[in-house]
């Protein structure tokens, strides 16, 4: 499976954006697709994540303004980002698995073995 991210952008403090994560492959060999953001000298944190296409978990500073949705029939996550602040800009990045991953370990990066290639997002204060 092979993982493509895009729609990031630059975006005023307040705006939107949707990223979109492409599979080659069909969505439902995907047991989780989530949403990863990594700040330059930070650590790579989990954004969002949609488990067996239907059960969401967000961090909670995300939470109220982003969603994560998934369309079968395009192959296709997407995270709908509203309200977005300029500390929030990173490189986005999707991740997968086909595994069966306990709860706790959604966070890990490693839980993941495929990623898409990331996708900027710079929000302007």
């Known amino acids: 499976v092979q993982l493509q991210a895009s729609g990031g952008g630059l975006v005023q403090a307040g705006g939107s954006l949707r990223l979109s994560c492409s599979a080659s492959?069909?969505?439902?060999?995907?047991?989780?697709v989530a949403w990863y953001r990594q700040a330059p000298g930070k650590l790579r944190e989990l954004v969002a994540s949609?488990?067996?296409?239907?059960?969401?978990n967000y961090s909670d500073s995300v939470k109220g303004r982003f969603t994560i949705s998934r369309d079968n029939d395009k192959n296709t996550v997407y995270l709908q980002m509203n309200n977005l602040k300029p500390e929030e800009t990173a490189v986005y990045y999707c991740?997968?698995?086909?595994?069966?991953?306990?709860?706790?370990?959604?966070?890990?990066?490693?839980?993941?073995?495929?990623w898409g290639q990331g996708t900027q997002v710079t929000v302007s204060s």
């Open positions: 949609i488990i067996s296409g239907r059960i969401e």
């Open positions: 492959g069909s969505l439902h060999s995907l047991s989780v």
């Open positions: 991740a997968a698995t086909a595994g069966r991953p306990i709860v706790s370990s959604l966070p890990n990066p490693a839980t993941y073995e495929y």
